[in-house]
């Protein structure tokens, strides 16, 4: 179980167009999720059928759905992926990386704005020269600042940050998100990663602590890195918490995925919506087996 | 680490190296250490039996002693040899941890270490864990079955050699003896695993693989993953000794007396302790042989788990040009990749080369390629810059004779592609292009089965690729078609053109039109009718002004005489008209999930495991000076492609 005590977590993947395997197209996705609205009910529909929680990226239609959901069912967690790389290469791309930036502060409250920005100015001379983790430490701020209602009790780095800092041997910024996650905004810091297999030997000859982590873990072994035998042998052997990620690699998980999870001591794991007729049997399975 | 030139201790000693600790390894001076890489880990010499050399080799920061070190029972059989080597040996290697104040020694025994095993090695190897436990260290000791896996070390590769070499093979003894062989990487986790476990001080732990197997079963599976079928004759445990003795007056015999004198015990070896103190989880035997064999036989695109560089393929000093994203993207991936390098991060913008720096790479920064070659030796180089300074970089590099990986497309126009591909004439360089669906497994799967002729003859395609990036005009290299050489045709649609060509071969002709919605220089969409000299035509459409597309995606649908193949990013469907083989009428689907055997996944939603073996085969290819799976020719054809896309929307039809 994770420290807050999700166990059934919602992810958004599918619902902001970037399903990685399914068996919908993607105009099917845009054109149903296009606002808050419909992906807001499928918010309500998780909440009724026993989702703990929802794991999402900065995503405004996302968040303004969450945040009415939650008027409804007040104990429904929100753990923030941060940054948003998909939204800030696309940003970039539409907007230059000022633009997008503008674009995000220009979505923040007076007062988060001014707090950043002073803290920002104290460390403009690190700015100036471009240095990654001080530009990364703003971002978290910038990010987080769109969650702070939601009081979010972890926040999971996003994979291709963790994994682009875990591969280029960026040792300093894990100890920074972990200092900022938790005196900045009281929250447990977690790692999202697609490549738990480098990961946790990793912290662990860096001498960092092992947090809360969200990777791929399924029966398929799909996207368990560096193999599917290596994750799992990490699994019984170090003192890792994982909330299981892509659980079933090509549609919804069934009675193997909750068997190969449980066999593996895993108590939370992360489902995505596929379709309407299985998604709340779905949570409610997942609720069940990992439960039990 | 004692014993690191043989076979378990190489393995160990490359792999303790790749999980980033460092090494020192002890070997003698005549010792074969061509499978060690001196740039990763310290070697030094020196003896068992020369306690000074033990000291010396001891010296701080050393914390861990891993004790491989053995006369082995692989040899002719000399009990005074092994004694000396296996017990005072040991006993000198205690003696200098003392002296050193090493607390931590694994001791790495063997199953043949027990009372009932009469054998020289054993009793020696026996004597050596008593020293080992007398000792006030904190000790582990390993004692592993049948160690196998890949390499040309060790008993295990002497008995496929055997295999290989015989149209019998021998089965000494009854056969029916129970082993438990275990994979050498198994092994080597597990080693290192247990170092800092308090929990393993002072035990010794059974290891082997998850198979309890008999000794036939084995040679049985062996021959499998070998893809032979041979007959056995059972030599009898008399006949063997027999045989023993005779191949006793060689200095390399096939089997020693030592080894026939283990042929009547079972090997149980009960892993459980390991199992729970420390989550020991082995391979199957089935998989472990699969991994064994496959890692000299895969193709370059398939990666190989903790390839060893050996002399024959050493490491690649590599240098990345351009630090964008995509020089970012290859810096993450050859990071990784225990077989490169990174020596040098260079661009011309220095507050760039400054950024990058901050996110870990620790390589030093240029300006220059001649200010890194002046500083270091360089193999090969990543150029990952804008397109149109491809061919004046190139021109500087192949004067060089360094391999080249470069971003696609090859160039900005054809002319400088074809510029690039003539400076291949006389020489020699290894050269590949970063078209990286072609490392994508999906599209290997689909070329598989396009050429296996399944799909009968591929009559029609259509074929899309669609992406939401520009909804308003744009500045930047990107949308200046002097620099990029055009819009999405140019920067993302060539992928798509690759694959075509990729599966169909060359184009014949085509007729394209082209649009531009926001942009104001380069086009934002295309669609064309293509022929293709196979004979197979179809339709190509593209975007990347269409909304519902955050991440690229692509898609082509093959109709044949037989049936019709789907291909995307994710999936592949097949639909065939009749069985064909073991594939049956009707639609069959391979997921993605079925095919992705890469090691490590940067952004598995913007195809990183096609960049991952993409690097992994450019490096490959310099180690064996082979071809890469994508290579500038290829890129040639699909600048082709491009240049007559564009030429035909303003033209009409051309055919090439």
Redesign the interface.
Same mark, same amino acid.
């Given at each position: 179980m994770s420290p807050s005590g999700a166990q059934v977590i919602l992810g958004t993947t599918n619902l902001?167009?970037?399903r990685?395997?399914?068996r919908k197209s993607?105009?099917d996705?845009?054109?149903r999720f296009r606002s808050a609205i419909e992906i807001g009910s499928v918010f309500n529909e998780a909440a009724v059928a026993g989702v703990d929680a929802v794991a999402t990226l900065n995503q405004l239609e996302i968040l303004t759905a969450l945040k009415k959901t939650r008027q409804v069912f007040p104990d429904l967690q929100v753990y923030p992926i941060i940054p948003n790389v998909?939204g800030y290469v696309?940003e970039a791309?539409?907007y230059?990386l000022v633009g997008a930036a503008r674009r995000r502060i220009g979505q923040m409250a007076l007062l988060d704005l001014f707090q950043i920005g002073v803290r920002s100015a104290l460390k403009a001379p690190r700015v100036l020269?471009?240095?990654?983790?001080t530009l990364m430490a703003i971002l978290f701020e910038v990010e987080l600042a769109s969650f702070k209602s939601l009081e979010p009790p972890s926040v999971f780095l996003h994979p291709?940050i963790t994994?682009?800092?875990l591969?280029?041997?960026?040792?300093a910024?894990f100890e920074l998100y972990f200092k900022t996650m938790r005196t900045r905004f009281g929250a447990e810091p977690g790692l999202a990663t697609?490549?738990l297999g480098?990961l946790l030997?990793?912290l662990?000859?860096w001498k960092l602590e092992t947090p809360l982590v969200l990777t791929p873990f399924?029966p398929?072994?799909?996207?368990m890195?560096?193999?599917q035998?290596?994750c799992?042998?990490?699994l019984?052997?170090?003192s890792c918490q994982v909330v299981a990620d892509k659980v079933d690699?090509?549609a919804n998980p069934n009675q193997r995925t909750w068997n190969y999870l449980r066999s593996y001591g895993v108590r939370s794991a992360l489902i995505e919506f596929w379709d309407d007729q299985s998604f709340g049997a779905t949570i409610k399975q997942a609720r069940k087996h990992l439960a039990g | 680490m004692t014993g690191a030139s043989g076979f378990l201790g190489a393995h160990l000693a490359n792999y303790a190296a790749m999980?980033?600790?460092d090494v020192r390894c002890l070997i003698r001076r005549t010792s074969d250490a061509s499978s060690l890489d001196p740039k990763r880990m310290q070697i030094c010499y020196g003896d068992l039996l020369d306690p000074a050399s033990l000291r010396a080799a001891l010296e701080p920061p050393v914390r861990t002693v891993v004790h491989c070190a053995a006369t082995t029972s692989e040899t002719r059989v000399d009990y005074a040899q092994s004694f000396k080597v296996n017990v005072e040996g040991t006993k000198n290697l205690l003696e200098a941890c003392q002296a050193q104040g090493i607390e931590r020694f694994i001791m790495i025994s063997t199953q043949s270490a027990n009372e009932k095993n009469p054998s020289t090695y054993g009793r020696t190897k026996l004597a050596g864990d008593v020293l080992v436990e007398e000792s006030k260290l904190g000790y582990t000791i390993l004692k592993p079955s049948t160690i196998y896996g890949p390499g040309a070390k060790g008993l295990f590769a002497k008995m496929v050699r055997l295999i290989d070499g015989v149209p019998v093979v021998p089965i000494l003894g009854s056969g029916s003896r129970l082993i438990r062989p275990i994979h050498v990487f198994d092994l080597s986790?597990a080693i290192l695993?247990c170092e800092?476990l308090q929990q393993t001080f002072g035990k010794t732990y059974d290891l082997g693989g998850r198979d309890l197997v008999s000794y036939e079963d084995f040679i049985s599976l062996i021959l499998g993953a070998r893809g032979k079928r041979k007959p056995f004759v059972r030599v009898s445990l008399p006949v063997c000794q027999l045989l023993a003795g005779m191949f006793s007056v060689l200095k390399n015999p096939p089997f020693t007396h030592d080894n026939v004198m283990g042929l009547n015990q079972n090997q149980v070896c009960n892993i459980e302790a390991a199992?729970s103190d420390?989550?020991?989880?082995p391979?199957g035997l089935r998989e472990g042989l699969r991994q064994t064999f496959a890692a000299s036989a895969e193709s370059s695109t398939a990666p190989v788990?903790m390839q060893t560089p050996t002399k024959e393929r050493p490491i690649q000093n590599v240098a990345i040009i351009g630090l964008g994203k995509m020089g970012?993207l290859h810096?993450?991936?050859l990071?990784?990749l225990p077989s490169a390098r990174i020596v040098a991060l260079v661009d011309q913008d220095e507050?760039?080369g400054?950024?990058?720096r901050?996110?870990?790479?620790?390589a030093p920064f240029y300006k220059s390629i001649d200010e890194v070659l002046s500083a270091t030796a360089v193999d090969a180089v990543f150029v990952c810059t804008p397109a149109f300074t491809h061919y004046p970089i190139v021109r500087e590099l192949v004067g060089k004779n360094l391999n080249i990986f470069l971003e696609k497309p090859l160039a900005e126009s054809l002319d400088s592609a074809q510029k690039i591909c003539d400076l291949l004439q006389g020489k020699s360089i290894i050269h590949a292009v970063g078209y990286m669906k072609g490392h994508n497994p999906i599209y290997g799967r689909a070329k598989e089965i396009i050429e296996s002729g399944v799909l009968g003859e591929a009559i029609l395609f259509r074929s899309t690729l669609?992406l939401?990036?520009?909804? #308003?005009p744009?500045?930047g290299w990107v949308y200046d078609p002097k620099k990029s050489g055009g819009g999405i045709v140019a920067n993302s649609t060539c992928h798509l053109l690759f694959l075509l060509y990729w599966l169909f071969g060359p184009m014949r002709s085509v007729c394209a039109q082209v649009r531009s919605f926001h942009s104001e220089h380069v086009e934002d969409a295309a669609t064309a009718l293509m022929e293709f000299k196979n004979g197979t035509a179809g339709t190509l459409d593209t975007s990347w002004s269409t909304?519902?597309?955050?991440?690229e995606?692509t898609e082509i649908v093959v109709q044949g005489s037989g049936g019709i193949l789907e291909i995307s990013d994710?999936?592949l469907r097949l639909y065939l008209n009749q069985n064909a083989g073991k594939l049956e009428k009707g639609w069959t689907t391979w997921?993605?999930?079925?095919m992705?055997k890469?090691?490590?996944?940067? #952004?598995?939603?913007y195809g990183?495991e096609g960049y991952y073996n993409e690097d992994l085969n450019f490096i490959e290819a310099c180690q064996r000076k082979e071809t890469p799976r994508v290579s500038w020719i290829d890129g040639l054809r699909v600048q082709e492609m491009m240049d007559a896309i564009y030429r035909s929307a303003s033209e009409g039809r051309v055919t090439l």
């Open positions: 902001s167009g970037s990685l395997l399914g993607a105009e996705d845009a054109g998909i696309r791309t539409d230059g020269k471009r240095d990654f983790n291709q994994d682009l800092a591969s280029l041997g960026n040792r910024l697609n490549n480098w030997p990793k662990q000859e399924n398929d072994g799909f996207l890195k560096p193999s035998p290596a799992e042998a990490l019984r052997s170090a690699a090509t | 999980s980033g600790r986790e695993h800092g199992r420390f989550g020991f989880n391979r788990r970012l810096s993450a991936i990071s990784v507050s760039l400054a950024h990058v901050s996110m870990g790479p620790q669609y939401s990036q520009v909804f #308003s744009k500045g909304p519902g597309y955050p991440v995606q994710t999936q997921h993605r999930a079925e992705d890469a090691d490590f996944d940067l #952004s598995p939603q990183g």
